[in-house]
């Protein structure tokens, strides 16, 4: 009897605790809603707990696989996927914009001046068209302006990709 008041009060414990993990990310998601993503209103919000974020400008570069001042040609593609990124923590977000920019300037690697380069970055237009889901927090890139960028390589669904979805790997450079 004892056994099953002991798994009742567990069992209990796991469920409000649940509801209450479950409530503070709605409230949480709601920080970017009444915003404009491309038109489109902001519906939905990622929120991710990131690791190794770089704080100032040694630290991005020591982390970034490369980096390079670059202006933002356009949205070449958004994909739809479910769950499977290769990090963990970072699972079951389905949307990632692909955008062609220009590099302008090298800084770290060997990126070529003026070739253009596949930018990933977890968010973008939902498959309906009509609303956004975006990462909390994170720079929303426009085409035409110009940003630093200091991506890190990530593999995938076998391509990879140069990705700036984590806090800090994008600064805006000031645009006329």
């Known amino acids: 009897m004892k056994k099953v008041r002991i798994f009742i009060l567990i069992f209990i414990i796991i469920v409000f605790s649940l509801l209450f993990s479950k409530t503070v990310d709605i409230i949480n998601s709601k920080k970017c809603y009444g915003e ?36 933002v040609k356009n949205i070449k593609e958004t994909l ?7 990090k963990p923590f970072v699972k079951n977000y389905d949307i990632y914009t692909i955008y062609e920019v220009e590099v302008l300037e090298n800084i770290k690697g060997d990126n070529e001046i003026n070739s253009s380069i596949e930018i990933i970055q977890m968010g973008g237009i939902n498959k309906n068209k009509k609303s956004a889901t975006l990462i909390n927090d994170a720079i929303r890139l426009v085409d035409n302006e110009i940003y630093k960028f200091f991506p890190e390589k990530i593999e ?13 790997l994008i600064e805006i450079v000031k645009n006329n």
């Open 36 to 71: 404009y993503y491309r038109r489109v209103p902001v519906t939905g919000n990622i929120n991710v707990s990131w690791t190794n974020i770089p704080q100032n400008y040694d630290e991005k570069l020591e982390l970034a696989d490369c980096a390079f001042l670059g202006k």
């Open 80 to 86: 739809y996927r479910n769950g499977m990124w290769v």
């Open 156 to 168: 995938f669904e076998g391509e990879f990709y140069l990705d700036v979805s984590k806090p800090n």
